[in-house]
């Protein structure tokens, strides 16, 4: 990121079909704003009228428009990049700041050994939304200091947190140019700013909540949150934080055990829906989730997609009108294992009909999973899609390479 020396903060707003709240978001940040401060709206491909609202009532802001959406976590990542202030503060497009917000969040984060701010976030109906982040251990669910709880002073203590919400949040540049950005492979959304925090913690730089900043935060203007798709998405974002952050006998004992014991207990029908894909997308995704953390060793994207598989399996549900479990060797005892022979062309033979035999169930998977889904990104679709044509063409290749193995078989023993 290159950064012009006169601008001090740069304020990054992500939007998707969020006309009926940006003028209020906007308005209460550009109240509060001085001339070596920027505004940039990045539009993630909204199809209402925010573009045009920001337009034609605020020319003054930096306006991007992606092409397609690009998640919270890529959406914020372009703003990133073209901000040129030396301070940087995240607001949801559902967030009306309060006066002074943006003097005390870079007082917050101007000390060196701070990376990143979190606010004092309420609810429209004055109930405290976040006073700072909390992840349980060892399952990693999320939770917020102060939540629907009555303001009274009670959180008014500036300190350090395990994470805040990106709903509000202040970025110190030189801690970014060290960590990196957002990792977007939390999309579309949930648990990135969470993983930001604690590389940011990692890296020593200090996560401070400031209750001296507030907000109004609508929060549920994007998705319900009650939906099967937001569980999805939480707990794929969730599934990937673990595998990031905790080691491998972390996941495979302490986790693994307590997902177990969580999951007896639910009993929200969508949570149980969303959970249940999440474990697949999981699966089919580990190849995309960054080296360290669990994904270390030599057979540790096997452990991990056995551990998750036998999870789902304990999940167990099956909903009228949805595909029931795969009934398939993949999912009871994944085809890892290559047979041995002392034969050479046989060795090799057994090595590929079971690879034929492993993306044929991978394919499998794919297409329950594309059959499953019920509203995703035109971009998602469209990796998926390939991501399936690749499996296809794999699998060709695979038969036409055991078709030339048995004809030099055959001709081998032929002549002996």
């Given amino acids: 990121m290159q950064k012009d020396m006169a601008n001090r903060a740069s304020i990054i707003i992500v939007s998707w079909n969020g006309e009926p709240y940006l003028k209020d978001c906007l308005s209460a940040i550009l109240a509060q704003i001085g001339p070596g401060d920027q505004v940039i709206v990045v539009d993630n491909h909204s199809a209402d009228g925010s573009v045009a609202l920001v337009q034609r009532q605020f020319p003054q802001v930096n306006l991007i428009e992606n092409e397609w959406n690009m998640g919270f976590a890529g959406g914020c990542n372009v703003g990133l990049r073209a901000a040129q202030g030396e301070y940087l503060l995240l607001v949801n497009q559902d967030v009306a700041v309060k006066a002074g917000w943006l003097e005390k969040m870079v007082e917050t984060l101007a000390p060196t050994e701070v990376g990143i701010a979190g606010c004092k976030l ?67 959304a949930c648990y990135e700013e969470t993983d930001l925090c604690f590389r940011a913690r990692a890296a020593d730089y200090q996560v401070i909540y400031t209750p001296e900043a507030t907000g ?28 990031k952050h905790y080691t491998a006998e972390q ?24 959970l249940y894909q999440a474990y697949l997308d999981t699966v089919l995704g580990l190849q995309n989730v960054p080296t360290g953390g669990v994904l270390t060793g030599k057979d540790s994207e096997r452990a991990v997609a056995e551990t998750l598989l036998d999870l789902r399996q304990a999940l167990g549900i099956s909903l009228e009108g949805q595909p029931k479990a795969i009934e398939s060797a993949f999912l009871v005892e994944p085809p890892w294992h290559i047979h041995k022979s002392k034969i050479p062309v046989i060795s090799r033979l057994r090595g590929l009909f079971d690879s034929i035999w492993r993306l044929q ?56």
């Avoid at 929060?219 to 999805?232: Q, V």
């Avoid at 014991?261 to 969303?274: D, T």
């Fill in 122 to 188: 309420l609810y429209p109906d004055g109930t405290i939304q976040h006073a700072g982040g909390i992840t349980s251990y060892p399952l990693a669910l999320p939770g917020h200091h102060g939540y629907h709880e009555t303001d009274e002073g009670q959180w008014d203590t500036r300190r350090e947190v395990d994470y805040v919400t990106g709903a509000a949040m202040g970025l110190k540049r030189t801690m970014l140019d060290e960590i990196g950005l957002f990792d977007e492979g939390f999309f579309p």
């Fill in 216 to 243: 109004t935060h609508h929060e549920t203007t994007t998705i319900d949150r009650n939906s099967a798709e937001y569980h999805r998405w939480m707990n794929r974002g969730r599934l990937r934080f673990v595998l």
């Fill in 251 to 274: 996941f495979h004992e302490e986790f693994a055990t307590a997902e177990k014991e969580w999951q007896a207990g639910l009993n929200e029908l969508a949570l149980r829906q969303g």
């Fill in 361 to 416: 169930e991978k394919l499998a998977v794919i297409q329950e999973m594309l059959a499953s889904m019920d509203r995703e990104s035109t971009a998602t679709h469209r990796i998926q899609a390939e991501a399936t044509a690749n499996l296809r063409k794999d699998i060709a290749r695979l038969d036409a390479r055991v078709q030339a193995l048995e004809e030099t078989s055959s001709k081998d023993s032929e002549e002996g």
